[in-house]
């Protein structure tokens, strides 16, 4: 062949918008069974199933850059921040839309929202035992056991974790989604507000449609007061937000409706700022509380571990003193205490005139009491101020009242 001239594999414009619309399900793929051969691209010939080898037969260009991030979406291997796990292909990989700009929508949602498997175990959580068995109940069985969740036994599809920040409620919703392998959509404000007039609310009605698509899926709103806090006089609101809050709204009204497993998680650290409606819609709302004596206790022993032949920690003195802390308190608590010693250390090793190899430096000391002391001292609770407040709207609100 002449130089300069286009190879024969060199697909045009037809071929790929024969190759896109079959990959997204809008138009079906040739099956050489039954006889029904598709168009075949005129600068190829290879089927549809040979067209990436084709592709790659050109020798790159953009052509190429475009045909591989197909292939990646056919093998579902990992999208940019890590879609989907590896494995065979069980469905298409975005449903079928009414229009390019939806397709558009849901890959940006891809991309940035669906995650793997958050490898968070119920083991790793310490304490929260009421909060644990009320998810169980309400998202991890009826998945596992989906005979007995019908009728007036369906599942709850909103369930709202409220307490104070700190207390673990993220992790929850990742052990939840690790438990039940569903998709795991982690939505924050940034992933549904765009600037532009209505894509907000299509990207909400995108997000749901993606969601029933892989389901069983769970949808996990962190923040969620952020996204829907209670609506006001038009005065006083945007109508931009009025909007996304009404179709956040109708798409979770339209969830209790159906069978499908999509549940909706939604986390916040004030309840008591949320909309009524989507109180209402957050059939089941569970407060995670700062941990116990013995939920601290063990936290203590797992930051800060007893080395045999060494000083004994005083668990039971840091127990009683951490009374209002939370778990991120609690962790706060323990770094400042081991950070002790090798401050004491960094101080040896800074006055020495030469510098030290690495594999010559000394071990850190162990953590003493005086070290617990003063990173008590040091790091005060954060989240003990409104206690009385997450207990009230758990009387009025809350799936389980204590007491």
Same mark, same amino acid.
């Given at each position: 062949?002449?130089?300069?001239?286009?190879?024969?594999?060199?697909?045009?414009?037809?071929?790929?918008?024969?190759?896109?619309?079959?990959?997204?399900?809008?138009?079906?793929?040739?099956?050489?069974?039954?006889?029904?051969?598709?168009?075949?691209?005129?600068?190829?010939?290879?089927?549809?199933?040979?067209?990436?080898?084709?592709?790659?037969?050109?020798?790159?260009?953009?052509?190429?850059?475009?045909?591989?991030?197909?292939?990646?979406?056919?093998?579902?291997?990992?999208?940019?921040?890590?879609?989907?796990?590896?494995?065979?292909?069980?469905?298409?990989?975005?449903?079928?839309?009414?229009?390019?700009?939806?397709?558009?929508?849901?890959?940006?949602?891809?991309?940035?929202?669906?995650?793997?498997?958050?490898?968070?175990?119920?083991?790793?959580?310490?304490?929260?035992?009421?909060?644990?068995?009320?998810?169980?109940?309400?998202?991890?069985?009826?998945?596992?056991?989906?005979?007995?969740?019908?009728?007036?036994?369906?599942?709850?599809?909103?369930?709202?974790?409220?307490?104070?920040?700190?207390?673990?409620?993220?992790?929850?919703?990742?052990?939840?989604?690790?438990?039940?392998?569903?998709?795991?959509?982690?939505?924050?404000?940034?992933?549904?507000?765009?600037?532009?007039? %209505?894509?907000? #609310?299509?990207?909400?009605? *995108? &997000?749901? /449609?993606?969601?029933?698509?892989?389901?069983? $899926?769970? !949808?996990? +709103?962190?923040?969620?007061?952020?996204?829907?806090?209670?609506?006001?006089?038009?005065?006083?609101?945007?109508?931009?937000?009025?909007?996304?809050?009404?179709?956040?709204?109708?798409?979770?009204?339209?969830?209790?409706?159906?069978?499908?497993?999509?549940?909706?998680?939604?986390?916040?650290?004030?309840?008591?700022?949320?909309?009524?409606?989507?109180?209402?819609?957050?059939?089941?709302?569970?407060?995670?509380?700062?941990?116990?004596?013995?939920?601290?206790?063990?936290?203590?022993?797992?930051?800060?571990?007893?080395?045999? %032949?060494?000083? #004994?920690?005083?668990?039971? *003195? &840091?127990? /009683?003193?951490?009374?209002?802390?939370?778990? $991120?308190? !609690?962790? +706060?608590?323990?770094?400042?205490?081991?950070?002790?010693?090798?401050?004491?250390?960094?101080?040896?090793?800074?006055?020495?005139?030469?510098?030290?190899?690495?594999?010559?430096?000394?071990?850190?000391?162990?953590?003493?009491?005086?070290?617990?002391?003063?990173?008590?001292?040091?790091?005060?609770?954060?989240?003990?101020?409104?206690?009385?407040?997450?207990?009230?709207?758990?009387?009025?609100?809350?799936?389980?009242?204590?007491?």
């Amino acid at each position: 062949m002449a130089d300069g001239e286009p190879s024969l594999t060199r697909w045009t414009f037809e071929d790929f918008v024969v190759y896109y619309e079959t990959r997204l399900g809008i138009r079906r793929e040739a099956n050489g069974d039954d006889g029904d051969e598709g168009p075949t691209p005129r600068g190829s010939d290879h089927a549809a199933g040979h067209r990436p080898a084709a592709a790659r037969a050109n020798g790159g260009g953009a052509d190429l850059a475009v045909f591989e991030q197909f292939e990646r979406m056919e093998r579902k291997v990992e999208i940019r921040n890590g879609a989907i796990e590896d494995g065979p292909p069980q469905k298409p990989l975005l449903p079928s839309f009414e229009s390019a700009e939806m397709r558009n929508l849901a890959e940006t949602l891809l991309r940035d929202i669906i995650r793997g498997s958050p490898d968070v175990k119920w083991e790793s959580i310490k304490g929260l035992e009421n909060a644990k068995r009320l998810l169980k109940e309400a998202v991890v069985m009826p998945i596992k056991y989906p005979k007995y969740f019908t009728g007036l036994l369906s599942p709850w599809k909103g369930i709202l974790l409220f307490g104070p920040p700190g207390t673990g409620k993220t992790m929850l919703a990742k052990a939840v989604a690790t438990e039940c392998k569903t998709t795991f959509f982690n939505i924050s404000a940034s992933s549904i507000v765009s600037k532009w007039r %209505g894509d907000s #609310e299509k990207l909400v009605k *995108v &997000l749901f /449609e993606l969601a029933r698509h892989h389901a069983p $899926s769970t !949808i996990f +709103l962190d923040e969620i007061d952020a996204i829907i806090s209670q609506r006001g006089e038009a005065r006083s609101e945007h109508e931009a937000s009025r909007r996304l809050k009404t179709e956040l709204l109708i798409q979770m009204d339209g969830l209790t409706k159906t069978d499908e497993l999509v549940f909706v998680l939604a986390a916040t650290n004030l309840p008591w700022e949320l909309d009524a409606a989507m109180l209402r819609r957050l059939e089941k709302r569970i407060l995670v509380p700062l941990p116990e004596p013995d939920a601290r206790q063990a936290m203590f022993e797992e930051l800060l571990p007893s080395t045999p %032949g060494k000083m #004994e920690i005083p668990y039971n *003195v &840091l127990v /009683e003193k951490t009374e209002g802390y939370s778990g $991120s308190d !609690i962790r +706060l608590v323990c770094k400042e205490a081991a950070m002790q010693p090798l401050r004491r250390l960094m101080t040896v090793l800074e006055r020495r005139q030469e510098e030290v190899p690495e594999d010559e430096l000394p071990e850190v000391g162990p953590v003493t009491t005086e070290d617990i002391e003063l990173a008590l001292r040091n790091t005060r609770p954060s989240a003990h101020l409104h206690a009385h407040r997450y207990e009230k709207f758990n009387q009025d609100y809350g799936s389980h009242v204590h007491g």
